[in-house]
């Protein structure tokens, strides 16, 4: 088969399936329909833990329903909160971070992860990583929150120290405003 070149979303997946071993904790922070809970919680085997988040019930639910179907609820815990709590509730290091910005594909576009928060949730997440972790973090530029999201994340990420972090950033140059962009951080 010919290779292809494919968008920041199919990069983050494989590097999360190089990244992520059976038995690791991982953090899903915007939960959505399941879809990156799923392939974590797949990823982290039966041994594992993944810790989710989103605001919407209706994503926890349909995460929830994903889960169950696939048999693999038990290795995760779903929190109908904002992500900017992670720390709340998850005390030791992880291994993976995983953030998928933006609003619930099929749901309320005004419902979409907004700047003050991602902040302070992308902060928390840094610090929840055990050394050699894997931060991913895709944004979709092109609309108002999402553009403002991207140029904090661009200047927050650009001054992190490479002796803490070293930051990865994936998206096809030429392919116009709103192609997801992906940024990938791992701790020294
Ligand atoms: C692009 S979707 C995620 C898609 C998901 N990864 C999947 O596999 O289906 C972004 C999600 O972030 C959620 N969100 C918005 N603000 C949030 C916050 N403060 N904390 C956690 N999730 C949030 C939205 O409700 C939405 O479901």
Redesign the pocket.
Not at 26 to 46: K, Q
Not at 105 to 125: N, R, W
């Given at each position: 088969m010919p290779y292809l070149l494919r968008s920041a979303r199919f990069i983050a997946a494989e590097i999360l399936e190089k990244a992520v071993a059976p038995g690791n904790t991982v953090i899903?922070?915007?939960?959505?329909?399941?879809?990156?809970?799923l392939t974590l919680c797949r990823l982290v085997g039966e041994k594992g833990h993944v810790i989710a988040?989103?605001?919407?019930s209706a994503?926890v639910e349909s995460t929830k329903k994903r889960l169950e179907e696939a048999g693999v609820l038990d290795r995760a815990q779903l929190h109908c909160m904002?992500?900017?709590h992670m720390a709340e509730v998850v005390s030791g290091p992880v291994d993976a971070v995983v953030f998928?910005?933006?609003?619930?594909?099929g749901?309320d576009k005004a419902?979409?992860?907004?700047l003050d928060?991602t902040k302070q949730?992308v902060h928390a997440a840094l610090s929840l990583l055990r050394p050699l972790g894997i931060c991913l973090i895709c944004c979709y530029p092109g609309h108002q929150e999402g553009d403002r999201e991207r140029e904090y994340l661009m200047d927050m990420l650009a001054k992190l120290a490479p002796q803490q972090y070293n930051v990865l950033w994936h998206k096809f140059l030429n392919a116009g405003p709103g192609a997801p962009e992906c940024f990938v951080i791992q701790r020294q």
């Amino acid at each position: 088969m010919p290779y292809l070149l494919r968008s920041a979303r199919f990069i983050a997946a494989e590097i999360l399936e190089k990244a992520v071993a059976p038995g690791n904790t991982v953090i899903d922070a915007t939960m959505g329909n399941g879809h990156d809970t799923l392939t974590l919680c797949r990823l982290v085997g039966e041994k594992g833990h993944v810790i989710a988040f989103d605001v919407q019930s209706a994503a926890v639910e349909s995460t929830k329903k994903r889960l169950e179907e696939a048999g693999v609820l038990d290795r995760a815990q779903l929190h109908c909160m904002g992500h900017q709590h992670m720390a709340e509730v998850v005390s030791g290091p992880v291994d993976a971070v995983v953030f998928n910005l933006g609003w619930l594909p099929g749901g309320d576009k005004a419902v979409t992860t907004l700047l003050d928060t991602t902040k302070q949730a992308v902060h928390a997440a840094l610090s929840l990583l055990r050394p050699l972790g894997i931060c991913l973090i895709c944004c979709y530029p092109g609309h108002q929150e999402g553009d403002r999201e991207r140029e904090y994340l661009m200047d927050m990420l650009a001054k992190l120290a490479p002796q803490q972090y070293n930051v990865l950033w994936h998206k096809f140059l030429n392919a116009g405003p709103g192609a997801p962009e992906c940024f990938v951080i791992q701790r020294q």
